[in-house]
């Protein structure tokens, strides 16, 4: 999928819009920014006219993906940040304020998965999936409410995952997570509505996030050769992020096609 521009048939040369220059001047923070899918939505963003403020923990992978954007002619500022670290979101949102002086979008993108037995999962495990997947979008959340409330103007796009919906076999820690996340989800959008803040969740199915993790995880088994494309992902973050303010994706469950395990997976 590409975002091609939208033309008003009859309309004045003015008001032709192009869908992908609608985040000129927009400031957008993205976790999990240093590789797979988070490098992919960064780099269309900047595409789209955003200046990019890129998280995560690995600070020489960051900044490569930030010089590629900027390579590009796009604008990116790394931020090496452990969303698990209260002191570092809080720290990220900080920087990311003093230097551009407020945040439009959020995407909640980092992330890890799992894949094993239940009962053999130890508790330190556990606590690091659930602190990565849904203490860190919270933090990050909480940082943004605090700077798009007095902006009256913002939105939080978070990356989920179908299982939510129907989890596959040993990943107790990472399905619950992503249910979570539904409901992080729906708070935030119920508690940003009179400030003019929106909150999605991109649901995804079998996803190639480039580097690997997609492949090895969420696709694994029969759904293997069925993956979307990470750019075709990024589009439609875009898209979301470009709404007007009155209007919002709430929820979006994006899959492939022919994926054959959606409603019994295997």
């Known amino acids: 999928m590409r975002v091609e521009p939208v033309v008003l048939v009859g309309a004045p040369r003015e008001m032709k819009v192009n869908a992908m220059a609608r985040l000129e001047g927009r400031i957008a923070v ?58 570092d979101v809080v720290s990220l949102f900080q920087k ?6 407020r945040v439009d979008i959020l995407v909640n993108n980092a992330g ?7 009962d053999e999962i130890p508790l330190d495990f556990w606590k690091q999936v659930i602190d990565t997947n849904i203490t860190g979008a919270f933090l990050c959340s909480r940082e943004a409410l605090k700077r798009m409330k007095q902006q009256n103007d913002g939105r939080i796009i978070n ?48 996803t190639d996030t480039g580097d690997g993790f997609g492949a090895s995880r969420e696709a694994e088994r029969a759904d293997d050769q069925y993956r979307l494309e990470p750019a ?35």
């Open 30 to 87: 993205i976790t999990g920014a240093s590789g797979g899918l988070g490098k992919y939505i960064s780099r269309a963003y900047a595409g789209a006219g955003a200046s990019v403020v890129l998280a995560a923990r690995n600070a020489a992978k960051l900044e490569a993906v930030a010089e590629g954007i900027r390579d590009e002619g796009g604008a990116a500022l790394a931020i090496p940040t452990d969303v698990t670290q209260e002191g």
């Open 96 to 101: 990311a304020g003093d230097v551009h002086g």
């Open 112 to 118: 890890i998965s799992s894949n094993m037995p239940t």
């Open 159 to 206: 990356i989920g995952s179908i299982a939510s919906k129907t989890p596959r076999p040993n990943s107790a820690p990472y399905t619950t997570t992503k249910h979570a996340l539904k409901g992080l989800t729906a708070s935030l959008a119920r508690d940003g509505r009179e400030f003019g803040i929106t909150a999605s969740i991109i649901i995804l199915g079998a």
């Open 232 to 266: 075709d992902v990024a589009d439609i973050a875009v898209m979301i992020a470009a709404l007007p303010q009155m209007a919002n994706v709430f929820d979006l469950t994006v899959l492939p096609a022919n994926q054959p395990s959606f409603i019994a997976r295997g």
